[in-house]
T-cell receptor, first 113, second 112 residues
Framework: KQEVTQIPAALSVPEGENLVLNCSFT??????LQWFRQDPGKGLTSLLLIQSSQREQTSGRLNASLDKSSGRSTLYIAASQPGDSATYLC????????????FGKGTRLHILP | DAGVTQSPTHLIKTRGQQVTLRCSPK?????VSWYQQALGQGPQFIFQYYEEEERQRGNFPDRFSGHQFPNYSSELNVNALLLGDSALYLC???????????FGQGTRLTVV
């Protein structure tokens, strides 16, 4: 049974710092991994999608890496800004295309002005 | 492209009542999945619809049911509402079920 864990559960950092959010999963047979952003009470915004054959994806100040064999992914945020404050969720899609996406519980990020 | 749209955005119901939530997928997408997100938790998979049939179901009771229409839009129905059903209900659409999933803004259901 696939389990997704995100550490830390919450993080506060001063504006301008670079930071790393961690995601681990127990079953390496994944089809892809997505990082989402969620603002309080809102839906999910897809940030980055990494296919199982890829090692990383970049979008602006965001970089996500994937090490499938060790069951780990990281989301790197460069030069953090107060607008980056949100909950960041990691989700894995299984290799079995009929199976469901599994989410972690998220990391609540607060960027201090 | 309007993306994934859900209605209503907020809803308050009384215990024991029934509720219907609606979702229109992103243009070109044929698969709709529903998730329940309790406060402080990650989304939990309820079920997925493809070609108007339930293809996969999570660990939710039969009080949770759904439907997909020929235009790929979907409804989530919950009967005999319990206080514990209070949550954000998210709809996601994709093409074929396991490509990149796009989520709607959710429906906040409060059961009193």
């Amino acid at each position: 049974k696939q389990e997704v864990t995100q550490i830390p559960a919450a993080l506060s950092v001063p504006e301008g710092e670079n930071l790393v959010l961690n995601c681990s999963f127990t079953d390496s047979a994944i089809y892809n991994l997505q990082w989402f952003r969620q603002d309080p009470g809102k839906g999910l915004t897809s940030l980055l999608l990494i296919q199982s054959s890829q090692r990383e994806q970049t979008s602006g100040r965001l970089n996500a890496s994937l090490d499938k064999s060790s069951g780990r992914s990281t989301l790197y945020i460069a030069a953090s800004q107060p607008g980056d404050s949100a909950t960041y969720l990691c989700a894995v899609s299984p290799m079995n295309r009929d199976d469901k996406i599994i989410f972690g519980k998220g990391t609540r990020l607060h960027i201090l002005p | 492209d309007a993306g994934v749209t859900q209605s209503p955005t907020h809803l308050i119901k009384t215990r024991g009542q029934q509720v219907t939530l609606r979702c229109s997928p992103k243009s070109g997408h044929d698969t709709v999945s529903w998730y329940q997100q309790a406060l402080g938790q990650g989304p939990q998979f309820i079920f997925q619809y493809y070609e108007e049939e339930e293809r996969q179901r999570g660990n939710f009771p039969d009080r949770f049911s759904g439907h997909q229409f020929p235009n790929y839009s979907s409804e989530l129905n919950v009967n005999a509402l319990l206080l514990g059903d209070s949550a954000l209900y998210l709809c996601a659409s994709s093409l074929g079920g396991s490509t990149e999933a796009f989520f709607g803004q959710g429906t906040r259901l409060t059961v009193v």
